[in-house]
């Protein structure tokens, strides 16, 4: 006899040992009341939010894709505070110094952001290595250039991301441009920054001269 359930593809089951926090836990602390553990549960998600907890011992039923993970840790989401996306090849690069650093590997790399194609392949590279790495909430630098903040927002809607990002202003003394390519470079015009907020969508935009 064909059971009556049907499978509905926004309702996901994952199994596995979870973690997370009912509050701030205390620094160096080993044993905390904020740290709650449930070895060998079910997460119960719908519609992309999390619905309900159970023990692995009361499987959901088939209206559930479940999948099965036990002898993992199933926990929230990393939130990242400060992330630069152009700077993802320069990570590890060798400098004695900060500044030396940054004129070396750091402003090269963000400058040929200005290039459209390589800001799109940039921006989609950077945001998966996010995912990949479980940060699913960041605060992100993209570079001066427009094209850089407008492909970042683009890869982030087309994964269902919702990222701020943080369009910051190049000083003159952080990069040996003059006042003429700066000009050109940076989001410093209130028509253009109005334009990108209008465009961004669910995104939030903060704006730092």
Not at 156 to 182: E, F, N
């Amino acid at each position: 006899m064909t059971s009556s359930l049907t499978l509905e593809p926004t309702r996901v089951a994952l199994r596995g040992d979870l973690l997370d926090f009912t509050a701030l836990p205390e620094w160096g602390a080993v044993e905390s009341p904020a740290v709650r553990f449930r070895a060998d549960h079910w997460l119960l998600i719908s519609d992309g939010r999390i619905v309900g907890v159970q023990a692995g011992t009361q499987t959901p039923d088939e209206r559930w894709a479940k999948h099965d993970h036990r002898g993992c840790l199933i926990q929230p989401g990393f939130i990242d505070t400060h992330v630069h996306s152009p700077q993802l090849d320069v990570i590890a690069s060798y400098s004695g110094e900060l500044l030396e650093w940054l004129q070396s590997y750091t402003y090269p790399a963000e400058l040929r952001y200005a290039d459209a194609a390589l800001a799109q392949t940039g921006a989609e590279r950077f945001l998966d290595a996010l995912l990949a790495h479980g940060s699913t909430s960041a605060v992100v630098f993209p570079t001066v250039h427009r094209v850089s903040a407008d492909t970042l927002f683009a890869a982030a809607r087309a994964r269902g991301l919702k990222y701020g990002q943080l369009i910051a202003s190049l000083r003159k003394a952080q990069v040996r441009l003059d006042r003429k390519q700066l000009a050109e470079l940076a989001i410093n015009d209130a028509a253009a920054f109005d334009q990108l907020v209008a465009t961004a969508g669910e995104q939030s935009i903060v704006h730092s001269p």
